[in-house]
């Protein structure tokens, strides 16, 4: 009988003749892990001051795509996202080369093409050069227009600074934005949040992802709430505001259709739905993740968070008890819910026998809905709560026979 790492030497060595058999679409995700300073709160894989990595990494990411690629090239590319760290803070040089390199591998039919940018490198040039590049979707991390906001999350810009960048979107942008806030942090009051969205809205953009402050293990901002520098939000607080919030977006044509996701009709994010569908995604980058078929099996691939190493990545079948809970964990954050027909066929169980006691407990928050079973807004309030005892029914001798992907 093989061992483990025999198995994924197999795997990995397979990875790279052919992973992709069949037609299908897959979502590209690109971690460009550079920023210009790290702001208090994140900690998301990215470094500041590491411009002598600029190339080498940039390169290497290319490699990547171009493996992927080259060695399936049934797959049909669905969405591109470049995030990470902070793509806009690139040279704008090296920007286009790696954006032309990206063009020599990429099919032309993407359907969106988003990357993600900072307030403060937003400038004519900058935008015309993503348009002939074929961005099609700005995702702008505002988080506050509130001064005592920017600084208590340690970003390195300023509220005159985001609506410079803002009246440049107005006049040299036509195609989709989306703009990133964030709520509960220490001393933001729902007036700041609200006087923020009126602000956004009158730029139209046609997404709004509205976040709840995390303090994340080992962050500065954790830091100083274990010194009691800071203090949390409380819970009330923080409910009234995101309720504040969701109920001014709705009043202006912004659906909520995930837990912190808001858009007007046709407008939501078609790469983030990926991964809330888990449908097949590859990573390129360091600490970047894909989720690819393999045999008929997700094969998840988790890039190391270390520039010098990045490609040589972890390669792991995932089991069926994991595969199903990443299901309810993405599922259940949508405000259409998970799709019961697609998880059944995906997996062999019988959702409402497999989950009575969930089913039964949370009855008066549960609806479903043409084929969906979702949390009503109460009960999106209670999330972890909900998910912690779903988790709990997990069957422990859930067969190994999954089949994946299904499209929903
Ligand atoms: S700019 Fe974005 S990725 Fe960079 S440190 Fe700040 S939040 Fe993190």
């Known amino acids: 009988m ?20 069949t037609a299908y679409p897959v979502s590209i995700y690109i971690h460009i892990p550079f920023c210009t300073k790290k702001c208090g709160y994140c900690d998301f894989y990215s470094i500041s001051g590491g411009s002598s990595y600029y190339s080498s990494v940039l390169e290497r990411i290319i490699l990547q795509l171009k493996t992927f690629i080259a060695k399936n090239p049934v797959i049909d590319v669905y969405t591109v996202y470049i995030g990470g760290g902070t793509p806009s803070s690139l040279p704008l040089n090296l920007l286009e080369s790696f954006l032309s390199a990206l063009e020599d591998i990429l099919p032309s039919n993407v359907e969106e093409f988003t990357m993600e940018v900072n307030p403060e490198d937003i400038h004519k040039p900058f935008l015309e050069m993503l348009f002939s590049h074929h961005i099609n979707r700005i995702s702008m991390g505002v988080q506050s ?25 107005a006049s040299n942008w036509q ?18 949040t609200l006087r923020d969205l009126q602000t956004l809205l009158k730029f139209s953009p046609g ?54 996701n808001f858009s007007t009709p046709g407008e939501q994010s078609l790469h983030n739905k990926v991964y809330w569908d888990l449908n097949p995604y590859f990573g390129a980058g360091p600490s970047a993740v894909s989720t690819i078929p393999f045999q008929n099996k997700a094969l998840r691939i988790e890039n190391p968070r270390d520039m010098k190493s990045f490609l040589h990545g972890n390669f792991e079948l995932i089991n069926s008890q994991s595969f199903l809970l990443e299901h309810l964990l993405m599922g259940f954050r949508l405000i259409k819910g998970i799709h019961v027909g697609r998880i059944e066929s995906i997996f062999p169980i019988d959702i409402f026998s497999t989950f ?14 043409e084929g969906y079973l979702s949390l009503d807004r109460s009960g999106l309030m209670l999330l972890n709560k909900f998910l912690s005892d779903i988790a709990d029914e997990i069957p422990e001798d859930l067969p190994e026979n999954y089949s994946w992907p299904l499209r929903s």
């Open 175 to 192: 195609e989709n934005i989306s703009f990133d806030l964030i709520t509960s942090v220490p001393g933001q009051e729902t007036a700041d």
């Open 356 to 369: 009575t006691r969930t089913i039964d407990n949370w009855s008066r928050n549960l609806k479903f809905n």
């Open 145 to 169: 227009l509130n001064e005592s906001v920017l600084k208590v999350l340690e970003r390195n810009t300023s509220r005159y600074k985001t609506l410079k960048a803002l009246d440049c979107l």
């Open 207 to 260: 997404h709004i992802s509205l976040y709840t402050l995390t303090f994340e293990n080992g962050t500065p901002l954790t830091k100083k709430l274990e010194e009691g520098t800071i203090h949390k939000v409380s819970e009330e607080h923080e409910a009234a505001m995101f309720d504040g919030c969701t109920d001014y977006l709705e009043e202006n044509g912004y659906y909520r259709y995930e837990i912190s």
């Open 2 to 21: 093989r061992n483990k790492s025999s198995c994924l030497s197999l795997v990995s060595s397979r990875l790279f003749i052919q992973v992709v058999n």
